[in-house]
């Protein structure tokens, strides 16, 4: 029996049908972003999502299986994008309480210029159920993480006193999410930077590190 193999434009094509199905889920992606942002979680449709992002209802079902699969996947691909930014932040400091200094003010800044994210994963988020409260708390847990770490450096560094550092993480998380969550219901204050300087002055307080270099053009932590 003749072996088949495929003509010589066949991986070509494939890859094409593969390249073309990422960019429909990409789509489906970005189009849910908005549709959540603006219509909160239980407002959208699927049919929103579909239409926002010129794809069929069918093509939606391709993808993902219904409303809840898409906004979970949509976390997962925010989660990445603050980590990121997050990171590349902080490899620019050699000292670790100017990391942490520097975590804070890019998250806040992340936050600010990027509210329609920010309401995704801090609003939208909570309180839908079992399933979202996991990948909430994982979420919460990835950025405590990063704090945590940082916190760590800064003991062994001799820069910070010992302390708890996976609850004064927890916290540090806590009162950023309240923070930001109240300027994203309420608006208040009018800008989120303006929350910034007594968040920071405080946090760095509860830590012991007074003496830490300000960020370009901001006063000195007194």
């Known amino acids: 029996m003749a072996n088949r193999t495929e003509p010589p434009d066949g991986g070509a094509r494939t890859h094409e049908r593969v390249r073309d199905k990422e960019a ?3 789509r489906l992606l970005d189009a849910a972003e908005t549709v959540f942002a603006a219509k909160g979680y239980h407002g959208a449709a699927v049919d929103d999502i579909a239409r926002a992002s010129d794809s069929s209802k069918g093509g939606f079902y391709f993808h993902f299986p219904n409303k809840e699969a898409i906004f979970l996947a949509l976390v997962d691909s925010l989660t990445p994008r603050l980590e990121a930014a997050i990171e590349r932040a902080i490899s620019a400091e050699p000292d670790p309480v100017a990391q942490l200094d520097s975590a804070l003010r890019t998250v806040f800044e992340m936050f600010s210029s990027h509210r329609r994210l920010s309401k995704i994963l801090l609003v939208e988020a909570v309180g839908l159920g079992h399933g979202f409260d996991e990948k909430l ?9 990063m704090i945590q770490r940082r916190l760590d450096l800064a003991i062994q560094g001799g820069r910070i006193p010992p302390v708890d550092t996976e609850t004064v993480a927890w916290a540090w998380f806590g009162a950023i999410n309240e923070i930001v ?8 204050p009018g800008q989120l930077d303006d929350a910034f300087p007594p968040l920071r002055a405080l946090l760095l307080r509860s830590i012991g590190a007074l003496a830490v270099a300000p960020a370009p053009g901001k006063e000195p932590l007194t």
């Open 181 to 188: 969550t109240r300027w994203l219901v309420t608006g208040q």
């Open 137 to 145: 708390m994982l979420v919460r847990g990835r950025f405590a993480a």
């Open 24 to 26: 429909t889920r990409q």
